[in-house]
């Protein structure tokens, strides 16, 4: 395969040397694409710089202000499909993701999964620096959305995930507007929806050591709240569904 890993930054000038060097070593055959909210500590240049003393692979795609999450994705898998890509990877810039765990992801989707979730909740996964009320918080978020949704998949808002291309060149980038963890539950819903195969990986994944988090409880609550609109959008009032999921389309 020919893999891009998305990298969403937002002053990561202490940590995104350190997470290209560890992507390089775990995957030396991917390109990285880092998608820059205009961080003003010279985090774009830092890895402009890598990318050119190592022998190219790296791109910065920078952008002129904080945008959120879920848009930095949108656009680099935007640019990902528009190059050629086969497999799109995300992953955070500040070490919570050990890039140790890419080749499981890659062989998952090259293996034919749609979907490959870098997962905290299966056999093997761990989170071992979490207060149990916060893993207790995650959990049941996690169950909630499952239930609502009809989701088979335990942490459908872990962000370490990769995406087949096939499948994401189906998906209307354009109409998911979620971001932060709503992003990652929309993105997992919108590929069940439309029959893709979904596996989950498990993984160690740690608290940043090195800057600043990003997410919010209002990120939360919002999540949740979209969880609960999308499913009485789809289970109760019947709209929203992708074309290939409607009677009149199986029929054609």
Not at 135 to 143: H, I
Request: proline share 5%; net charge negative; hydrophobic share 40%.
């Amino acid at each position: 395969m020919k893999p891009l890993i998305v990298l969403p930054t937002y002053n990561e000038a202490e940590n995104i040397l350190e997470v290209l060097e560890r992507v390089r070593e775990a995957v030396p055959e991917a390109d990285v694409l880092v998608v820059d909210d205009g961080s003003p500590d010279g985090t774009a240049d830092l890895a402009e710089g890598w990318g050119r003393e190592h022998g190219g692979g790296v791109s910065v795609l920078r952008r002129a202000s904080k945008s959120g999450l879920g848009s930095a994705y949108r656009a680099g898998f935007a640019q990902g499909l528009d190059l050629g890509y086969d497999a799109l990877v995300e992953m955070d810039s500040d070490l919570q993701h050990d890039p140790a765990a890419l080749p499981a992801l890659l062989s998952a989707v090259d293996s034919g999964a749609d979907l490959a979730i870098g997962s905290r909740y299966v056999p093997g996964g761990a989170i071992p620096d979490w207060p149990k009320h916060r893993e207790y918080l995650s959990r049941g978020g996690n169950r909630y959305a499952a239930f609502l949704l009809g989701l088979q998949v335990r942490d459908a808002t872990a962000g370490f995930r990769c995406y087949s291309a096939a499948m994401l060149s189906r998906i209307d980038l354009d109409q998911v507007a979620a971001d932060g963890y709503g992003f990652q539950i929309e993105m997992a819903y919108a590929v069940a929806r439309r029959g893709g195969r979904i596996v989950e990986v498990p993984i160690r994944f740690t608290d940043r050591v090195r800057g600043t988090s990003k997410m919010s409880g209002k990120i939360v609550f919002e999540a949740l709240g979209l969880v609960t609109w999308w499913a009485i959008r789809d289970r109760v009032l019947h709209r929203g569904r992708p074309v290939e999921d409607r009677p009149d389309a199986r029929r054609a």
